[in-house]
């Protein structure tokens, strides 16, 4: 395990913002901690980071003590926080080399690491302006070349893609999951359900300082067994009415001639269905199971704590 987390707790104030929990970070994998604003995702990173203390507990990181030994765990990590820490009045090159500098990395390694990062992110054209003028997508691309310039082994984000429009976000996407495959591992934090399904290998689900759940996405629908739905399409109008009937579970009409119907035997519901469908002569043109998705899950798991 490269990061161990146990009983973690930070309050400030009256606001109990992260609440005694627990998980640990594989090497190798993209971990997702997902949960809405004010959940505690923040705070989390940022004691995991070093930026501040915890209340209680602890926080084990490359096999040592973060709450002890902050600067040696600091060398080996990567951080893009929640907000920039860019700054905008000198250009991108420059605040790469000021990072390496924050590194005690030589000028001449800074400079073909900085050229190769650049080139990667697809920034290196604009590196000798001054960052005020870049794009949102291209301000997060160049705070991830920084987070990266000392070839950190892991990296932490902070809600990377928030803000950012969609074909920003995937680029960013991309590139993580590129990091990935290149042997680094990523802790990140996103409200956004897509992004996690689609990136994270395992995804922590916080609400309210506390973690609801902790799997992988496909076992995070299968929690939810319960809410397996099929939609029907029928050729032409049936008699919703006596489907109703027939059946005797929920249907929500979604057309003229299609409804989508929930239960926890969807094989009893087909076989009815193919029987109501011969006996009054219908045709059906589509059936469709449909699974959960990560949004459903993840407000049936907040809901259900
Ligand atoms: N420095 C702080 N002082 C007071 N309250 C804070 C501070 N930082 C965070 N909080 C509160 O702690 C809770 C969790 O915040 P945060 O970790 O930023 O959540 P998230 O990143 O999931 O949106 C929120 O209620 C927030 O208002
Ligand atoms: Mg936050």
Redesign the pocket.
């Known amino acids: 395990m490269l990061i161990e987390v146990k009983n973690l707790s930070k309050r400030?104030?009256n606001?109990q913002?992260v609440d005694n929990i627990n998980f640990s970070v594989k090497k190798g994998e993209i971990f997702g901690f997902l949960?809405p604003?004010?959940?505690?995702?923040?705070?989390?990173v940022r004691m995991l980071t070093g930026i501040i203390k915890p209340d209680n507990g602890q926080i084990n990181i490359l096999g040592q003590d973060m709450t002890k030994d902050p600067i040696k765990v600091k060398e080996k990590i990567g951080v893009v926080p929640?907000t920039s820490n860019a700054y905008l009045d000198i250009t991108g090159w420059e605040n790469m080399m000021l990072t390496a500098g924050l590194y005690d990395i030589p000028k001449k390694h800074a400079s073909k690491r900085s050229k190769e990062l650049l080139e990667d992110f697809d920034i290196y054209n604009r590196r000798n302006h001054k960052v005020k003028g870049y794009s949102k997508g291209m301000k997060q691309r160049l705070i991830l070349c920084m987070a990266l310039i000392h070839n950190p082994l892991i990296l932490f984000l902070d809600e990377p893609t928030s803000g950012l429009d969609v074909q920003s976000s995937i680029k960013i996407i991309e590139k993580l999951k590129r990091i990935k495959k290149e042997g680094k591992t990523i802790f990140l934090?996103t409200h956004n359900m897509w992004e996690a399904e689609k990136l994270c290998d395992r995804i922590a689900i916080i609400n309210k300082g506390k973690i609801a759940a902790i799997d992988e996405p496909r076992f995070l629908k299968e929690l939810t067994e319960e809410m397996k739905k099929v939609e029907i399409t029928f050729e032409e109008k049936p008699n919703f009415e006596n489907i109703k009937k027939l059946i005797r579970a929920p249907i929500t009409k979604t057309g003229d001639k299609s409804f989508i119907v929930e239960s926890e035997d969807i094989t009893e519901i087909i076989w009815k269905i193919s029987k109501f469908t011969m006996e009054n002569n219908l045709r059906i043109t589509s059936l469709n199971t449909l699974t959960p998705s990560l949004e459903e899950v993840f407000i049936k798991i907040i809901e259900g704590r």
């Open positions: 400030f104030g606001i913002a949960g604003n004010g959940a505690g995702k923040t705070t989390t929640e934090t």
